[in-house]
Structure formats: C-alpha cells, structure tokens
C-alpha cells in the first residue's frame, strides 16, 4: 500500500463537475489499496478574483487581511472535495493549512515554511479517513494565518508529501506533463517524459510555471519524487527525478519565457568599492528578490548598474534604490516594465559549446535585440523586449531541434 499525496490546481477543481472528477479519481486511488492526502488550490481563478475585489476595496490592502482573505479560497475548495467525496462513499476531513500543522515565518504574501506538524492529517489517516488539506496557507509562529507565494499550493503537497514520507506527489494539473515550452506558447512544444531536479530548478526559476520553483527545491532537498500530470486525461505524465548518470543528457531541454519582472538602472553610480554591495544589501533588508545583474565597466570613475526584480517588487525597489542613490551620490534611477525573458535550459549544455553562439544567432537572425544576459551552467537567458518574448521562444524551440514532429 503506497501513501500518495495528489494535488490539484485551480483549473483541476474549477467547476462542481471537475470537483466530481477529482472526487472520482481520489476514490479509484482508494481502491486499489493506495492511502491518499489531497492538497487542493483555490477555484479557477478565484485567487486573481480575490486579489482584484481587495484592491477594489483598499489599495493599501494590509498583507496579514489579504492573506486571511486569500486562504479563503482553499477552504472553499477543500469542503467541496470533501463532500464530493462523501457522495463516493470515501470518508474524508478537510483540513486549513493551520490544522494540518504547516508553521511558517510572519512574511505574509510569500510566507517560507518553518516546520510541519502533520499530526491531524497522520490521525486521520490512521483512522482510514482522506485528509484534504488546503494548499497554499499556513500559520505563523506569530499565530497568524499566512499564505505561501503565488503557485504556493504546489509547496503544501511537496512538503507534506516529505513530512509523511510518502512515496510520491502527483501534482494535478490542466496540462499532461511539463513540456519542452509552455504549450500555450508554442503548439509544437513535446512532453518530457523524465525531468531533472537540476532542470526542473531552472525550468521553474525562468517562467515554467506548472510547478513552483519552492516545491522543486524543497522536493530535491527532501527526496520526494514528483509526477506532474493532467487532471483531464489521467495518463502518466513527466517525472521529476534524480539525475541519473546513464541517462544520455538532452543539451537543450526546454525552452522558457517570463514576462513578471521589470528592469531598474541605477545611472552614474560611483565605481568604488562598497556601492554595489550597499545597494544589494538594502534591497534584500527590504526582501527585494533581485534577479539578473549587469553593472557596465566604468568611464570616468561612474558607472551603471541594472538588475531585473519581480514586477510585483518593482515600486518597493524603486524606492529603495531612491534612498541609496541620495546617499551614494548616484545620477539617477529608471525603470522598464516592457522586459520579457527568454532561456533555454538543458543539462547536456554544460559539455556542449556553441550552445550560446546558436541562441544569439537565432535571435539576431529574427532582429530581437539582446539587452541583458545571464548564464549557469545548464541556462542561458537573454532579457528581450516582452512583445518579442512568445516569438523568441517558437524560433529558440525550432533552432534547438525540440518542436515535436506530426504524429508524435
Ligand atoms: P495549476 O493551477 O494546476 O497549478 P498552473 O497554471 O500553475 O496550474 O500551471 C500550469 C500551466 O503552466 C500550464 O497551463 C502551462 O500553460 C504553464 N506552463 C508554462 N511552462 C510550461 C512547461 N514548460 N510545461 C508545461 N506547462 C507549462
Ligand atoms: N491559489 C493560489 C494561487 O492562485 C495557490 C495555487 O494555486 O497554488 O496562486
Ligand atoms: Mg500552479
């Protein structure tokens, strides 16, 4: 008897006849002999819904009232699939991520997990119950309820999949696996069938939104497999795994795109020793995540530095950056939302060159203009313009050989 931990995403749960096809399949799991702990999201876009009716009612939406508004949600969500499974015969108890004992940090909005005290939800199972847990919530050590990011429910399965060590978390979704591009983007993109943590880390990190970067890092740190698959087909869909060293490795692997952050230039700033640091340390003392950095060689003893952060962060950095460039003698600070992102990810990367000269040559051969560059050793990304973004990523799909032939 395996122990299972299914999530399922907005799309999953978005109607009362998806929650019945949930419930369906949460019970055929059941049959045969699995024990199963459901993590559910918020319905469809209920989150965004949520989001907007606040901002409607009070720009300055104070995070401990958003964060109780949001986990609304989930709660919805997990009473439903409750009930739907009651009309299956499984007996189940839905639980708020406070219950099922998910201890996070006081940051409301993008709260990080501090522990697990999965007790009720062991309980319950002991009692052959079917713990549904809310996904995207818990409580703080303040005793608050918080929430986990956007995506965040993708972090409740994962950890409670390590807290109760189960044997696999299948995260439920409206696409039948992760894909070598957002299908959305590029209708040619092929299921992966495996994925490496190390890839699926960069995957997540640069727009692959199907899993959350946090749940992948927390998955690889705890060893938990992971099955992404559909909701609507049920068919297997990509594993995330350890890289295995027989494996021959894909030398690009997926392409990405992400049009969420922004771009802040910090002109004329002094080129000594001590300025970037002050600025970066100020940022991240305010929990600005910053993302690419480029600092241009100095003429006249100035220089620039520029750095991409979420789109989200942007009005916080901005005025961080403000504060320091007063009092670091800086010119001056600009902004641009219009960036989009663009990488190609691929574990096989790191013993292939040319790699990078075939990803500046497609995009030049297409006219879009490169405006920033960062690399590891199995990614590459280039900030573009986000109108050139979706195109970028079809051409960079093609060149790398990846668009799936017809038939396939
Ligand atoms: P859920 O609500 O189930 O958590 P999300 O919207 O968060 O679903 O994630 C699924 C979406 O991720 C898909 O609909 C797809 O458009 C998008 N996506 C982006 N990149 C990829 C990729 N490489 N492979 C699969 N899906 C991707
Ligand atoms: N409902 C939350 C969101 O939309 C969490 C999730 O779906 O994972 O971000
Ligand atoms: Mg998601």
């Known amino acids: 008897m395996a122990l299972v931990v299914q999530k399922y995403g907005g799309t999953s749960v978005g109607d009362a006849e998806r929650i019945r096809a949930v419930a369906d399949h949460v019970a055929r ?38 964060d109780m508004l949001l ?16 009309d299956h015969g499984v007996e189940s108890a839905s639980f708020t991520g406070s219950q099922a004992g998910i201890i996070t ?28 847990v809310a996904g995207f919530q818990g409580v703080s050590t303040e005793r608050d309820i918080t929430t986990l990011g956007r995506g965040g429910s993708d972090v409740t399965a994962v950890a409670l999949a390590a807290a109760l060590g189960a044997d696999v978390c299948e995260i439920y979704t409206d696409v039948t696996g992760v894909f070598s591009a957002d299908p959305r ?51 297997p869909g990509t594993w995330i795994v350890e890289e295995d060293p027989t494996m021959e490795e894909a030398v690009v692997s997926a392409v990405t795109d992400d049009t969420s952050e922004a771009k802040i230039t910090v002109g004329g700033v002094p080129d000594r020793p001590g300025v970037a640091a ?30 991409t952060v ?76 986000a109108d050139r973004v979706a195109e970028a990523v079809r051409h960079l799909h093609t060149a790398f050989g990846l668009d799936a032939v017809r038939g396939e």
């Open 185 to 235: 983007v590029v209708s040619k993109a092929r299921r992966l069938a495996k994925v490496s943590f190390d890839e699926m880390l960069e995957i997540a990190a640069t727009g692959g939104r199907v899993l959350m970067l946090r749940s992948v890092e927390f998955a690889r740190r705890h060893r938990v497999p992971l099955h992404v698959r559909s909701s609507f087909t049920w068919e």
């Open 278 to 307: 002050r600025l970066f340390r100020e940022l991240a003392n305010r929990s600005v995540n910053v993302d690419m950095i480029v600092q241009n060689t100095g003429t006249n003893g100035l220089t620039d530095i520029s750095f």
């Open 310 to 385: 979420a789109q989200t962060d942007l009005a916080l950095a901005r005025e961080v950056c403000e504060t320091v460039r007063a009092e670091i003698g800086a010119a001056e600070v600009s902004s641009d939302s219009q960036i989009g992102r663009v990488s190609i990810v691929g574990a096989g990367m790191k013993s292939s060159p040319g790699i990078t000269a075939l990803m500046f040559e497609t995009l030049s051969s297409h006219g879009i203009n490169i405006e920033m560059i960062s690399t590891s050793s199995i990614r590459i990304s280039c900030v573009v313009r």
């Open 71 to 86: 986990t609304a949600g989930e709660r919805i969500s997990m009473a439903l699939v409750s009930m739907a499974l009651a």
């Open 105 to 132: 940090d006081t940051d409301h909005t993008r709260a990080k997990i501090l522990e697990i005290r999965p007790n009720r939800v062991r309980e319950a199972l002991a009692e052959g119950l079917t713990p549904v």
């Open 29 to 66: 799991t059941r049959a045969a002999g699995d024990q199963v702990v459901v993590v559910v999201s918020a319905m469809g876009k209920s989150t965004d819904d949520l989001l907007r009716l606040a901002g409607e009612v009070s720009p300055t939406r104070p995070p401990r009232e958003l």
